[in-house]
């Protein structure tokens, strides 16, 4: 079965749009660098509805075994240590599909 993985996040008031959107932008770039990821997509909220959660991610994997690769990837690992402390929340939710 496959995997979806689904990012969530709320940024801090003080990061700018330009590094918010950078963050999509490299996130999307790990499935150039992650073989295990099969499609990558991000983006902004555009209604009301997500209780200040703006920006999020989904990353679909073949199956479960791979989202501990995934998750333990030198260029994941690299991802999160660059913009975790920008986050104020972030909510993370893995299902099979």
Excluded: C
């Amino acid at each position: 079965m496959k995997v979806i993985h689904i990012v969530i996040v709320k940024f801090k008031p003080s990061v700018s749009d330009e590094i918010k959107k950078q963050t999509l932008v490299d996130v999307v770039a790990l499935k150039n660098k992650i073989p295990e990821i099969q499609i990558a997509t991000a983006g902004k909220t555009f209604t009301d509805r997500s209780q200040g959660y703006e920006w999020g991610w989904v990353v679909e994997l073949e199956k479960k075994e791979d989202l501990p690769i995934y998750t333990q990837h030198k260029a994941h690992q690299e991802f999160v240590q660059k913009y975790k402390p920008l986050f104020e929340d972030l909510i993370a939710l893995d299902y099979e599909v």
